[in-house]
């Protein structure tokens, strides 16, 4: 199993609804990453969890807010958002890159389409 | 810190033409390099990789070498197909100048494949 799932595929949501993007891998991977992608724009990383602990955040508003309940499963929280948030989120894994003989290598799910009106 | 600069494109091309698109990166230390393909709607997937110097990756008819000397990872295909009409991102993580958790992304290459 090679995939990394991502619900929901479409979201619509109101400036004052709360949500949630769920991911989730059975790789065994250790590492797990959000991106935030805007039209014909590479990919911008917003976190990551190695070992299910919150390594990396690159000074995401707290309107977004992480959470990995376990190595396999990780969300990301949503609340209050803005219009200019509307965007494509992808989760991803990797092995852990600490690793000898690790790559580096991203396995990425095929997105959450978010709308915010 | 770590870059990749690749032709933006978008580049057009009729079936069957050959394929460069060139990837530069500045990196320190001995990064890995990637290939990343996003067919219009969907995520991001690996299309090959190489993880050390004079390393060739390929797959799909792709074929891309990693090149320390010119600092170059360019991207080549014989002959392309209408399906290879996709956004292609060159990519390197691992630099000793970098968190090893952190792909650095080109801006990416838009490829239209004409039957």
């Known amino acids: 199993d090679t995939e990394v799932t991502q619900t929901p595929k479409h979201l619509v949501m109101g400036m004052t609804n709360k949500k949630s993007l769920k991911c989730e891998q059975h790789m065994g991977h250790r590492a797990m990453y959000w991106y935030k992608q805007k039209a014909k724009k590479p990919p911008e990383l917003m976190f990551v969890?190695?070992?299910?602990?919150?390594?990396i955040n690159e000074s995401v508003p707290s309107r977004f807010s992480p959470e990995c309940p376990n190595s396999s499963l990780l969300n990301l929280h949503l609340h209050a958002l803005q219009p200019e948030d509307s965007a494509l989120y992808l989760c991803?894994?990797?092995?852990?890159?600490?690793?000898?003989?690790?790559?580096?290598?991203?396995?990425f799910g095929e997105g959450s389409r978010l709308t915010v009106l | 810190g770590d870059s990749v600069t690749q032709m933006e494109g978008p580049v057009t091309l009729s079936e069957e033409a050959f394929l460069t698109i060139n990837c530069t990166y500045t990196?320190?230390?001995?990064?890995?390099l990637f290939w990343y393909v996003q067919y219009p709607g969907e995520g991001l997937q690996l299309l090959l990789k190489a993880t050390k110097a004079d390393d060739k990756g390929s797959n799909k008819g792709f074929e891309a070498t990693y090149r320390k000397e010119t600092t170059s990872f360019h991207l080549e295909k014989g002959s392309v197909q209408v399906s290879d009409s996709a956004v292609y991102f060159c990519a390197l993580s691992g630099s000793s100048g970098g968190s090893n958790y952190k792909l650095t992304f080109g801006k990416g290459t838009l490829l239209t494949v004409n039957p």
């Open positions: 990196a320190t230390g001995y990064p890995s």
């Open positions: 969890y190695s070992y299910e602990k919150l390594s």
């Open positions: 991803a894994s990797s092995q852990d890159p600490g690793l000898a003989g690790a790559s580096g290598e991203l396995f």
